[in-house]
């Protein structure tokens, strides 16, 4: 599986922004996915996870009721929705794929899209 996020970019404080991830391969469907992310100087940390089905999703405490995850298995993409975006968000935002559909045994692993939030 192979993963190309896009979206990134720069945004001001409050704003918005939404990523994407695009799989190739005919299993993404059976995937569960998810978004982490790494600030400069800092540990890759998680952001969010959606089950494949899209039935489940989980959010880290730092940005739930901001950020929306969901997927188009048809389309092959997850997206992140980001609201809210505060400095503190500015990172690369890797999407990843997890084979095991929930036990956070994350695979494979995009190129990363960098978000840069301004105060």
């Known amino acids: 599986v192979q993963l190309q996020a896009s979206g990134g970019g720069l945004v001001q404080a409050g704003g918005s922004r939404r990523l994407s991830c695009t799989a190739s391969g005919r299993t993404f469907s059976n995937y569960g996915m998810g978004w982490f992310r790494q600030a400069l100087g800092k540990e890759r940390e998680f952001v969010a996870s959606i089950s494949a089905s899209g039935g489940s999703t989980y959010y880290a405490d730092s940005v739930k009721g901001r950020f929306t995850i969901s997927r188009d298995n048809a389309k092959n993409t997850v997206y992140l929705q980001m609201n809210g975006l505060k400095p503190e968000d500015t990172a690369v935002y890797y999407c990843?794929?997890?084979?095991?559909?929930?036990?956070?045994?994350?695979?494979?692993w995009g190129q990363g899209t960098q978000v840069t939030v301004s105060s």
């Open positions: 990843t794929a997890d084979p095991t559909d929930g036990k956070g045994l994350y695979s494979y």
